[in-house]
């Protein structure tokens, strides 16, 4: 498995909880999850996860899918939030 650190530039809050549920429906293990506000009117998720060494695409992909999102940045990560 490999820790990944996922940005996601969304317009609104249904967009924040678009992306939390795919996050969730599809079962990966989230260490952290942060959304900010970023500014006229767009928020940014911050998210800590793991996933196999080739999923790190997929999960990029299927965020980049969803209608809500204006930005992904998905970076492979040595370290991560613990997992508790």
């Known amino acids: 498995m490999t820790p990944v650190k996922v940005h996601v530039t969304v317009p609104d809050l249904a967009g924040v909880q678009r992306v939390l549920t795919l996050l969730t429906g599809r079962r990966y293990p989230l260490t952290r999850f942060e959304a900010e ?3 006229a009117g767009c928020w940014r998720v ?3 996860t793991v996933v196999d060494a080739d999923d790190a695409g997929l999960l990029e992909a299927r965020l980049d899918r ?3 999102v204006l930005a992904v940045d998905l970076r492979r990560s ?3 939030s ?3």
Do not use: C, M, N, T
């Open 66 to 68: 969803l209608p809500s």
């Open 82 to 84: 613990a997992v508790g």
């Open 46 to 48: 911050s998210i800590d």
């Open 78 to 80: 040595a370290v991560l």
């Open 37 to 39: 506000e970023a500014g």
